[in-house]
């Protein structure tokens, strides 16, 4: 089972600045099956990246993603007001499927 | 656009079984993969499973034994029944499509298990 540890926990920024979200992974993933997702409260997650370090659809070029084998990592390279969230990562190369558990972006 | 609907109790008692069903809508439960995720309160997504549209299946191995999912092609749904429920199983239950990096998800309901 491939365990996820995402960090930090929490990441305090103000509009503006960069956030860099760190994966790790406890075996090598397959960078094909590396997500990740943003999670606002009330509302579904959304897909960010996915294979690693690809947009999914209609997310905006201030986000990216990149990494292989046991390290991955999400930036965001300006804040906005919008991208104040959770931030998970997921493997789904290997059974089971597994989640990080999430690092909060919080304003300061 | 595919657009997913869960529906099913809110309200399960200690021990009983969890039955939700998500609905299909815009698309076709042919030629893809269906997850079940969760999220207790105040907790991180957990992956709670999949099924394909031929019935093939992947559980997470903590609720397998008591985790069955179908899928009804006819009805364009999938659904999912958890046994022997606690409050430990009291989650905002979502479905999505795929088996990760899902890009379809419904909108979560949230099933607490009451004793």
Redesign the interface.
Known sequence: ?IMLAQSPVTLSLSPGERATLSCRASQSVSSY?L?W?Q?KPG???R?LI??ASNR??GIPDRFSGRGSGTDFTLTISRLEPEDFA?Y?C????S????????TKVEIK | QAQLQESGPGLVKSSETLSLTCTVSGGSTNYFYWSWIRQPPGKGLEWIGYIHYTGTTDYNPSLKSRLTMSVDTSKNQFSLRLSSVTATDTAVYYCARGQGGYSVWGQGTLVTVSS
């Open positions: 089972e099956y997500a997702f999670h509302q579904a997650p897909l996915y294979g999914a659809t959770v998970y997921q493997q789904y190369g059974s089971p499927v597994s989640f990080g558990g999430g």
